[in-house]
């Protein structure tokens, strides 16, 4: 019970608050007029267009109208002027119950923007009505005795007009015996007859009298009532209430049956003059006897009928008590039911849309429909609490307007996200229990091309096969638009580079589609991959669009067959000859058949195998490296010399094959090692040399590189030409242009105009825009002189406005210009501008345009450079690059001497990951070993050293299980497996001929380096010799001869030099001619 008292105290606070909000608001916007009822049709109440201030002339366009109700009937709105007129007769009293003013609440709507503004029309009264009896007749019965001063009650006059048309006085036609007198009950006059003087039954029986009741208006209405009063005999107590007054309140939903309240009256009288009968008064409103009944004998009042608050809220009955006497006696009165309300109505929404569909582009703010909402409770009942019930990007603004919501976005909408809405609006009443209604508005989101057509990936990656035939389809690529209709229609175009060895230049693109064709075949030992980028653009407006960067791989066939790199002879045949000692132990390395296959994968992996051999039990061959040893020591039986012919096979489909011969001679141990230690250190003095010379030019080509770019930044930085001598500055110079050099040239003098230059500013080379030729001073023969000056003036500026001195700038004489014949030359039109001949001044003859006179042809452009910088994720495992056994797994075998000291470096496990910063950052860790205190493993080198030497217990064979991981936040690994096996140091003897074969490629390889780098450097050196060469070439100082060209001009410059004014550059030249 607590929590339920606490719930609903919760729940008035709320609605207080609310209550509180909406009357804080002012409703400054309401327009209000008034107008009399019953006038005609067409009246003019008020112009809504003026007081709004809206344009007439935009009515129209901007819809204004009144948004449907009730109300609209009776007014309309003038499309032409925005008067607001009356469209039909208005009874006030027909509308508006009771004496309160009579207001009528339109709402005006006004499109393109959205506006919703209330107008307040008061419908004031006109004396229309004539006050009414509801009876024409009323009689009393009155007995002869009754005393002076006795009043009885009439029945009250009804008039529906209101304020001073209603019932003012009532009077009462003239007689002996009674008056008129007013009573107030509320706001009602009850007129009561009143004895003045006493009835005397003989003298007269009967009395007729005629009251009459008259309003206030001009002139003032009247209405009649008929009393007849019979004067009876004496029965001198009449019934009198225990309570003048009686007032109830009930509730509205009080069921019917209920009891009201009960009256009681007594009477002193006995008998029949003492027993009282009720009933209800005559002339009430009709409404009252519809819904009460009245027990004649007990007083008891019950609801006959269901009650209204929202049509009636208080009802006040006339109860008469009378007796049984002759003459009846009687007492009166009244009964004031109040109905309080009960919350029995539901709020009901009215909606103004403009229209069901929404661009996705509207801003948050953006205005969709407007929201009416009412309810015919009053008080507490009848606030209303509305929101929007379902997760969507709208919010209802409430209006300053009581009730009054406009529906607008609150968010930016994304109809590729949700392209239609059910907006569930609910209104909530505050009564108790809460009534609620919902309403649905459905509202469809119209696309705009704000999406790109995207592909699934940034990069596609595709394979091809060699040798593939040219004009057919290869691939395809897709992307994907999730706009609609014509944003969505995708076409197809492959970014094409200028550039000699473009492969885009053979592949062709189906826009449609996104199906890619190739022009021609491709060879995998030619071009292993190539990459191009394809845009994909919709049709939209503006057109948007988006590309993906294709890697095509070439996949490998089986075309090449493979090539014998060891033995090979002095004649270039695959043939060799080895020679080993007779007393070699089984397990001796012979040779190694080395081979190559341009091939890749299986198509290039290499087996080998014995075709032909003189005795199958002295030699075996390693299939997968090629590695010719003894299976068993020699003896004296067999032959000095063997023949093997090793057959080398790819492992494509149809597999090709090269074959090699390799002669094994049996020597004596002496001549073996003495042919080994001369082999050796040749190989070894020759690989030395090479080396070492490669290093010593290396390093000259780079110093002379860094020598030539000193010497190069040197020559820039030192350049600084002094033009000034070749330029006779003019020291007196007062004109209005900003400064001016002088220099001369043979018999002629130039001079260089423009903004004013330091000393060392240097002027862009075959330029005329800024060279004049003047003639020589010197020489009498006449020239026309043709000189281009720039000024500057702003647009739309007065006749009249002085653009510059042009006599000053030239340094005439003002006394000499009409002589001169100064004038403007401006093609075939009238030049906007004139010269004062007396004093030389350049002014504005007439308006200036600039629009008209530059058209912004030709279009000007510039471009950005936009660096994309793409981040890394840990998207690549570690791979590793050693061991790697024959089957391509990560394991490997190392046999070491068992008598190598602690800290021996057993190997070195190589691994790559291809991301980059942490996430390609490697970390080594042993996972598994079967002994920890016999390696050590360098967690960032991934070195495997013993840690102690070994003894005669320790085990043979060990296995080391490696883990390679990055640092990615979510790391990725990859394991290794090395076996070591402790081998007696004759083995490892044996092992090392095969380590050293492999050293021997990897000087190989150094030498292979140092050799491109020497070649990289080499070509950059080149470079920078031809740069500098040609700098060098390029110098011009003396740019007088680039401005000396003809040796006879003196016609009109072709350019003009532009100044700036503020941040902007105006003018067009004039070209001004004197003849002297």
């Known amino acids: 019970m607590a929590i339920r ?78 008067a607001l007129q009356v469209r039909r007769k208005i009874d006030r009293e027909e509308l508006c119950h009771g004496g309160g003013a009579c207001l009528m609440e339109l709402k005006i709507i006004v ?15 006109v004396n229309d009505h004539s006050p009414s009896f509801l009876e ?58 009143v004895l003045r003087k006493p009835l005397d039954r003989e003298q007269n029986d009967k009395l007729l009298l005629i009251v009459t009741a008259v309003d206030g208006g001009k002139p003032p209405r009247s209405g009649t009532l008929n009393v007849s009063v019979t004067v009876l005999d004496s029965n001198d107590n009449r019934p009198s209430f225990s309570q003048e007054v009686y007032q109830v309140e009930m509730f509205e939903n009080a069921p019917v049956g209920t009891i009201v309240t009960k009256v009681n009256a007594r009477d002193t009288d006995e008998g029949n ?39 009636c809220d208080i009802y006040k009955i006339d109860i008469v008590a009378s007796d049984k006497g002759i003459p009846p006696l009687t007492g009166m009165c009244r009964v004031v039911v109040k109905i309080k309300d009960v919350n029995d109505n539901s709020p009901k929404i009215d909606v103004t849309s403009l229209s069901n569909t929404i661009s996705e582009d509207s801003k948050p703010g953006t205005v969709i429909s407007l929201i009416s909402v009412t309810d015919k409770d009053s008080g507490v009942n009848g606030k209303i609490i509305s929101r929007i ?39 909530t009443d505050c009564g108790d229990p809460a009534l609620s209604t919902v309403k649905t508005l459905s509202i469809q989101i119209s696309d705009v091309n704000d999406n790109s057509p995207r592909f699934e990936k940034s990069e ?231 080396t070492f010379y490669l290093m010593i030019t290396l390093g000259s080509v780079s110093v002379l590189f860094i020598i030539s770019i000193i010497v190069l930044i040197a020559m820039q930085c030192s350049k600084s030409p002094d033009y000034t001598s070749k330029y006779l500055q003019e020291t007196n110079y007062d004109g209005t242009l900003c400064h001016s050099i002088q220099y001369r040239s043979g018999d002629k003098r130039y001079m260089l105009v423009g903004p004013r230059m330091s000393i060392g500013s240097t002027i862009v080379p075959g330029s005329h825009a800024n060279t004049l030729v003047l003639p020589d001073r010197r020489r009498m023969s006449e020239e026309v002189r043709s000189i281009v000056f720039r000024y500057s003036v702003l647009e739309e500026v007065k006749e009249g406005t002085v653009v510059g001195n042009i006599a000053k700038d030239l340094g005439l004489d003002k006394a000499t210009l009409k002589e001169r014949g100064i004038r403007i030359v401006y093609g075939s039109t009238e030049p906007p501008f004139a010269v004062n001949q007396n004093d030389g001044v350049l002014y504005v003859d007439r308006k200036i345009d600039r629009e008209e006179i530059y ?3 030709p279009s000007l452009t510039s471009n950005v450079t936009v660096n994309v910088f793409i981040l890394d994720q840990n998207d690549n495992a570690p791979v590793i690059l050693y061991p790697v056994s024959s089957n391509g797994s990560a394991e490997g075998v190392e046999e070491i001497p068992r008598n190598v000291n602690a800290g021996h470096l057993v190997t070195k496990v190589r691994a790559y990951d291809a991301d980059i910063g942490y996430n390609g950052w490697l970390l080594f860790s042993l996972q598994e070993v079967t002994d920890h205190s016999l390696f050590g493993l360098d ?55 095969v380590k050293s074969a492999a050293k021997d490629d990897e000087d190989t390889n150094v030498t292979f380096y140092l050799m491109i780098t020497l070649g990289s450097v080499s070509v950059l050196f080149i470079i920078s010799i031809i740069v500098l060469i040609a700098m060098q070439c390029s110098k011009s100082p003396d740019y007088t001869s680039k401005y000396l060209q003809e040796t006879n001009y003196d016609g009109t410059l072709c350019h003009s030099i532009q100044y700036r004014s503020g941040d902007k550059r105006f003018g067009k030249s004039l070209i001004f001619q004197m003849v002297k």
């Open 939 to 993: 967690r960032y080198t991934g070195q495997i050293r013993t840690l102690r030497s070994f003894t005669e217990t320790d085990e043979a064979e060990h296995k080391l299980l490696i883990l390679v991981k990055d640092n990615g936040n979510v790391s990725l690994s990859a394991t290794a497996t090395v076996i070591v096996k402790l081998v007696e140091p004759k083995e490892a003897f044996a092992a090392s001929d």
């Open 855 to 857: 058209s912004g042809t």
């Open 273 to 311: 003059n003492g027993e009282i009968e009720y009933s209800i008064a005559k002339a009430l409103q009709p409404k009252i006897y519809e819904i009460f009944q009245l027990n004649l004998l007990t007083g008891e009042i019950k609801l006959k009928a269901a009650l209204d608050f929202e049509e």
């Open 460 to 690: 596609l990656q595709f394979y091809l096969s060699e040798n593939n035939a040219a004009g057919t389809s290869i691939f395809s690529v897709t992307a994907t638009d999730i706009d609609m209709n014509e944003n969505a229609a995708i076409s197809y175009n492959i970014v094409r580079e200028v550039s000699k060895n473009d492969v885009t230049a053979f592949l062709n693109i189906n826009s449609e589609n996104g199906q890619i064709s190739a022009l021609k075949s491709f060879d995998f030992e030619t071009l292993k991959t190539f990459h191009f980028q394809v845009v994909a653009s919709d049709s939209g407006t503006p057109s948007l669009s988006s590309n993906v960067t294709v890697n095509v791989f070439i996949l490998d066939q089986n075309d090449n067959a493979p090539v014998i790199l060891y033995p090979v002879s002095s004649n270039g045949s695959a043939e060799g000859v080895e020679e080993i000692p007779r007393n070699v132990n089984a397990g001796h390395l012979v040779t190694k058949v080395r081979a190559y296959d341009a091939d890749i994968g299986y198509n290039g992996w290499l087996l080998f195998s014995l075709q032909e051999v003189t005795d199958h039990s002295l030699f075996g061959l390693d299939r997968y490296t090629g590695q010719i040893r003894t299976l068993r020591s020699f003896t004296e039986t067999d032959e000095a010399e063997h023949k093997l012919v090793i057959l080398v096979k790819d492992n494509g489909n149809v597999s090709l094959s090269a074959t090699a011969t390799v002669i094994v001679k049996l020597v004596e141990p002496r001549e073996a090692f003495a042919a080994s230690d001369v082999k050796s250190a040749a190989k070894d003095d020759e690989d030395n040399n090479v």
């Open 389 to 427: 019930l379902n997760d969507a990007p709208f919010e209802l603004k409430p209006s300053y307007k009581e009730n009054i919501y406009s529906l607008v976005t609150k968010e930016h909408l994304d109809r590729e996200k949700v392209s239609h809405y059910e907006i569930l609006i609910q209104a």
């Open 136 to 193: 024409k007749q009323q009689h009393f019965e009155i007995a002869e005795h009754t005393s002076v001063g006795t009043r009885f009650q009439l029945q009250a006059a009804r008039d529906p007009d209101a304020g001073v048309n209603s019932i003012r006085s009532y009077k009462l036609s003239s007689n002996d015996y009674f008056d008129i007198d007013l009573s107030q009950r509320d706001e009602d006059k009850i007129p009561f007859l």
């Open 111 to 125: 499109e393109n923007p959205l506006e919703m503004h209330h107008v307040v029309v008061e419908i004031t009264d």
């Open 5 to 82: 008292s606490r719930s609903s105290h919760y729940s008035w606070r709320v609605c207080l608050l609310h209550l509180l909000l909406i009357v804080a608001k002012q409703a400054a916007a309401d327009l209000r007029y008034s107008v009399p009822e019953e006038m005609k049709e067409g009246t003019v109440v008020g112009n809504i267009a003026k007081d709004l201030g809206l344009e007439k002339a935009h009515l129209t366009d901007r819809r204004l109208r009144i948004a449907s109700g009730s109300e609209d009937t009776f007014f309309s709105v003038n499309m032409d002027n925005g």
